[in-house]
C-alpha cells in the first residue's frame, strides 16, 4: 500500500480526518494525497424550496481555496518532513471524479470525516461522505467526529462470507501487521440457520481465509444480534476494544446482507470507531477457496 486521499473541507472534521491520517500513514510508510473539490454551484435544501448556492460565497473563491489548500500541504510537510504529501485541487463535483482520481493516483485507500462543516458548508464532506462509501471503487475509512488516532491493539472485520473477502482481510492484514495488533473476524448469525449449520460455515470460511492471508494474531466469532446489528457490533467493539471496525458488503451504503436488516447507513454515523467498508463481490459457482 502506498498512497492515502483525504479529501477536505477545510471543516475542523476534515481537519480531525487528517490529523487521523497524519500517523496511520506515517506507521504504514505511505504518502497522503489532499482533495479539495471546488463546486461551481449546489443545490441546497431550504424548507419546501431549492436554492443554488455559489460555493465562493461560503468559503471564498477558487484562488483563496487553491492557497488554503497549498497551506494544509505545507503545515503537514512542515510538522511530518518525512511525510510525503500532495495536493489535488478538483473544480467538479467530488463524486463524479472520484473514481478517475482513484484510478490515475493510485489510491489504495480514503480517509474522510463522516461530517463536514457546520450549516451549509455541511454538504462538502457531510452528504458527500455516504456517497463516497458508495461509490469509491477502493476503501474507504470514514472517522468520528472528534475521534483521535490511537495505536491498533484489535481491529475487527464484520464478514458475511463473500467470496472477495480474503482480500479484505488480506489488506486489514496489511493495516494490522505494523502495529502487531490482532484482527478478530466477526459474522453475525443468522436466526433463520440453525446454530450447527452457522458454525459449520464459520469453520469453512476460516479455513479459507487461513490458507489464502498468512497472519498469526486472526481469530474467528460467531456472535449473536441478527435483529439489531448496530448493537451487536457497538458491544463486541467495545467489549474487545476495537479500535477499527471494517466490514464488507455488496451495498456500499451497507444494505447488502449482512446489513439488509434495518442498518442501512446507520452503521456509518452511530458506530463509535472508525469505520473501513469494503466493496464485495461474489464469484458465482466458483469456489472461492478451491
Same mark, same amino acid.
Given at each position: 500500500?502506498?498512497?492515502?486521499?483525504?479529501?477536505?473541507?477545510?471543516?475542523?472534521?476534515?481537519?480531525?480526518?487528517?490529523?487521523?491520517?497524519?500517523?496511520?500513514?506515517?506507521?504504514?510508510?505511505?504518502?497522503?494525497?489532499?482533495?479539495?473539490?471546488? &463546486?461551481?454551484?449546489?443545490?441546497?435544501?431550504? !424548507?419546501?424550496?431549492?436554492?443554488?448556492?455559489?460555493?465562493?460565497?461560503?468559503?471564498?473563491?477558487?484562488?483563496?481555496?487553491?492557497?488554503?489548500?497549498?497551506?494544509?500541504?505545507?503545515?503537514?510537510?512542515?510538522?511530518?518532513?518525512?511525510?510525503?504529501?500532495?495536493?489535488?485541487?478538483?473544480?467538479?463535483?467530488? =463524486?463524479?471524479?472520484?473514481?478517475?482520481?482513484?484510478?490515475?493516483?493510485?489510491?489504495?485507500?480514503?480517509?474522510?470525516?463522516?461530517?463536514?462543516?457546520?450549516?451549509?458548508?455541511?454538504?462538502?464532506?457531510?452528504?458527500?461522505?455516504?456517497?463516497?462509501?458508495? =461509490?469509491?471503487?477502493?476503501?474507504?475509512?470514514?472517522?468520528?467526529?472528534?475521534?483521535?488516532?490511537?495505536?491498533? =491493539? =484489535?481491529?475487527?472485520?464484520?464478514?458475511?462470507?463473500?467470496?472477495?473477502?480474503?482480500?479484505?482481510?488480506?489488506?486489514?492484514?496489511?493495516?494490522?501487521?505494523?502495529?502487531?495488533?490482532?484482527?478478530?473476524? %466477526? &459474522?453475525?448469525?443468522?436466526?433463520?440457520? !440453525?446454530?450447527?449449520?452457522?458454525?459449520?460455515?464459520?469453520?469453512? @470460511?476460516?479455513?479459507?481465509?487461513?490458507?489464502? %492471508?498468512?497472519?498469526? !494474531?486472526?481469530? @474467528?466469532?460467531?456472535?449473536?444480534?441478527?435483529?439489531?446489528?448496530?448493537?451487536?457490533?457497538?458491544?463486541?467493539?467495545? !467489549?474487545?476494544?476495537?479500535?477499527?471496525?471494517? %466490514?464488507?458488503? %455488496?451495498?456500499?451504503?451497507?444494505?447488502?446482507?449482512?446489513?439488509?436488516?434495518?442498518?442501512?447507513?446507520?452503521?456509518?454515523?452511530?458506530?463509535?470507531?472508525?469505520?473501513?467498508? @469494503?466493496?464485495?463481490?461474489?464469484?458465482?459457482?466458483?469456489?472461492?477457496?478451491?
Amino acid at each position: 500500500m502506498k498512497t492515502i486521499l483525504v479529501p477536505v473541507d477545510f471543516s475542523d472534521n476534515s481537519k480531525n480526518a487528517l490529523d487521523y491520517a497524519i500517523p496511520l500513514a506515517k506507521k504504514l510508510n505511505m504518502k497522503i494525497i489532499l482533495l479539495h473539490a471546488f &463546486h461551481p454551484s449546489m443545490m441546497e435544501a431550504l !424548507k419546501d424550496s431549492l436554492k443554488v448556492i455559489n460555493h465562493e460565497d461560503i468559503i471564498g473563491t477558487p484562488a483563496d481555496m487553491k492557497q488554503l489548500l497549498n497551506n494544509w500541504k505545507e503545515a503537514v510537510s512542515k510538522s511530518e518532513p518525512g511525510l510525503k504529501c500532495e495536493s489535488i485541487f478538483l473544480e467538479s463535483n467530488l =463524486t463524479d471524479e472520484l473514481n478517475d482520481l482513484i484510478d490515475d493516483y493510485a489510491i489504495d485507500f480514503i480517509i474522510m470525516g463522516t461530517k463536514g462543516a457546520t450549516g451549509l458548508k455541511s454538504v462538502f464532506i457531510g452528504s458527500n461522505a455516504l456517497k463516497i462509501i458508495d =461509490t469509491a471503487i477502493c476503501p474507504v475509512m470514514a472517522i468520528p467526529t472528534d475521534f483521535k488516532f490511537k495505536e491498533y =491493539t =484489535t481491529i475487527a472485520f464484520a464478514s458475511d462470507y463473500h467470496d472477495s473477502d480474503k482480500f479484505s482481510v488480506q489488506f486489514i492484514a496489511e493495516i494490522a501487521k505494523p502495529f502487531n495488533a490482532s484482527l478478530e473476524v %466477526v &459474522h453475525i448469525a443468522n436466526e433463520d440457520i !440453525k446454530p450447527r449449520f452457522e458454525e459449520d460455515l464459520l469453520s469453512n @470460511f476460516m479455513s479459507g481465509i487461513k490458507k489464502e %492471508v498468512r497472519y498469526e !494474531k486472526m481469530n @474467528f466469532h460467531l456472535i449473536e444480534g441478527e435483529e439489531d446489528i448496530n448493537t451487536a457490533l457497538n458491544e463486541f467493539v467495545s !467489549k474487545n476494544a476495537v479500535e477499527l471496525l471494517a %466490514v464488507s458488503t %455488496v451495498d456500499r451504503l451497507l444494505h447488502g446482507p449482512l446489513f439488509n436488516r434495518g442498518v442501512a447507513t446507520n452503521l456509518a454515523h452511530h458506530i463509535q470507531v472508525p469505520l473501513l467498508v @469494503f466493496h464485495a463481490f461474489d464469484d458465482g459457482d466458483i469456489d472461492l477457496f478451491d
